[in-house]
């Protein structure tokens, strides 16, 4: 629901043209699903397709936000103490099509679930707290604050979801997200993870 918000409110140019974004996220892996061992899940193990990166929907979510994106540059890496073989953290650079600059960090290491995204725009900033349900706007005209609280829990997500895809399957009907899209996200994801392979890192 924050996300729609968010999206309403950068269409409707409360912010004028956005010009950059921060998205800051994670959550520790071990507490995702409490009564499975994290290091039997897909998640955990490389030749699932696990790791961050790949895990992780925020990908989606930014290009969803700011179109779609047409550089990209990563570092990942494994830096925790988590049983697992493949990357518990990552950042990203990203450009969208549109020119907006866009940093990302998400990983499975914080015992507190995060996820914050701030957008920067010609009139002002809108920062939301995806977890806290919070939307704050700036805008460069009133010099104010404006504050935007919701009401939402994830598991009214997940049934909208299945509602959505059992009307679309009763009336015949395409889901409003297609398998393009998701390929899109998938060669993004596959992108980050070739730049750092293609990219020296510099030791100080």
């Known amino acids: 629901l924050g996300y729609f918000k968010l999206k309403d409110l950068i269409n409707r140019g409360a912010i004028g043209k956005v010009f950059a974004a ?5 959550y520790y892996l071990p507490y995702w699903h409490p009564k499975v061992d994290y ?3 897909y998640s ?4 699932e397709g696990g ?3 790949f895990t992780n929907h925020s990908l989606d979510i930014l290009c969803w936000l700011f179109g779609k994106i047409s550089e990209v540059g ?3 890496d494994k830096i925790s103490n988590l049983e697992i073989d493949a990357e518990d953290a990552a950042v990203f650079i990203l450009r ?3 020119n907006i600059v866009i940093s990302l960090y998400c990983d499975f290491l914080q015992r507190i679930d995060q996820h914050k995204l701030t957008v920067v725009g010609e009139l002002g900033n809108i920062e939301c707290d995806l977890i806290e349900n919070k939307i704050n706007i700036f805008n460069i005209k009133t010099k104010k604050w404006r504050k935007i609280n919701y009401k939402f829990k994830v598991n009214d997500m997940y049934l909208k979801e299945m509602r959505y895809f059992i009307d679309c399957l009763l ?8 398998l393009l899209e998701g390929r899109n996200t998938l060669e993004l994801a596959l ?3 070739k730049s750092q392979k293609m990219k020296k890192i510099i030791n100080l």
């Open 96 to 98: 969208s099509q549109s």
């Open 171 to 178: 009336k015949n009907k395409k889901p409003s997200v297609n």
């Open 39 to 41: 290091r039997k899940e």
């Open 51 to 53: 790791g961050v990166i």
């Open 22 to 26: 921060n998205l800051f996220g994670g």
């Open 44 to 47: 955990a193990k490389k030749s």
């Open 74 to 76: 990563c570092f990942y």
């Open 191 to 193: 992108a980050a993870k």
